[in-house]
């Protein structure tokens, strides 16, 4: 049965960082796509960024990148988001998903299976 965990979300002003932490378990970790995707209230789920977990291959929306990194530990299935300069845009519910038959694209929430219950991030000024 596959679990996808997320942990580490709160609250912090804006400047500040936060990590976010994705505990994988029933399905092959490497060779997946693993994402991040935020959903603030009243808007769509959208895209954060994503990591090919063999090689470790990153890509990130443009409106988090420089700021947020992605990485993986295939020895612990997890998949971490390092959160930096955040801002009050940056307040949503924050999920954790795997397109494990890498079937796609990288970005699109319809191209993953999988998907974590989330964890909230609030960013005040």
């Known amino acids: 049965q596959v679990h996808l965990v997320e942990s580490g979300g709160g609250s912090v002003q804006t400047g500040g960082s936060l990590r976010l932490s994705c505990a994988a378990s029933?399905?092959?970790?490497?060779?997946?796509?693993m994402g991040w995707f935020r959903q603030a209230p009243g808007k769509e789920r959208e895209y954060v960024g994503s990591?090919?977990?063999?090689?470790?291959?990153?890509f990130y929306a443009d409106s988090v990148k420089g700021r947020f990194t992605i990485s993986r530990d295939s020895a612990k299935n997890t998949v971490d988001l390092q959160m930096s300069s955040l801002k009050t845009d940056d307040t949503a519910i924050y999920y954790c998903?795997?397109?494990?038959?890498?079937?796609?694209?990288?970005?699109?929430?319809?191209?993953?299976?999988?998907w974590g219950q989330g964890t909230q991030v609030t960013v005040s000024s």
């Open positions: 990591i090919y977990t063999t090689i470790g291959t990153t």
């Open positions: 029933g399905f092959r970790f490497s060779g997946t796509i």
């Open positions: 998903a795997a397109n494990v038959d890498r079937r796609g694209t990288s970005y699109m929430p319809a191209d993953f299976e999988y």
